[in-house]
């Protein structure tokens, strides 16, 4: 499962670079003021990465937690 999470999250930073520059490419072409509404999907996309890698470190987190209550117990 970890190595799905790591390859999602490259894949939301990716979306995010594709997009920003394909609209940005599109709006110097045809003009901004129809492609700007674009980049909320591109800034969807950023906010997926950054909030994939929050969770990630919260569930290392709570696995590392998780295995020090078991050490515990014994």
Same mark, same amino acid.
């Given at each position: 499962m970890e190595s799905y999470n790591?390859?999602? !999250? %490259?894949?939301?930073l990716a979306m995010?670079?594709?997009l920003t520059v394909?609209?940005? %490419?599109l709006g110097f072409k045809e003009g901004f003021a129809?492609?700007?509404?674009?980049y909320l999907?591109?800034?969807?996309c950023f906010l997926m990465y950054f909030v994939k890698r929050w969770m990630m470190k919260r569930m290392?987190?709570?696995?590392?937690w998780i295995?020090? !209550?078991?050490?515990?117990q014994q």
């Open positions: 790591k390859v999602m !999250q %490259f894949f939301w995010g670079v594709v394909v609209i940005t %490419f129809k492609w700007v509404g674009y999907m591109a800034g969807l290392e987190k709570h696995n590392a295995q020090d !209550q078991k050490e515990k």
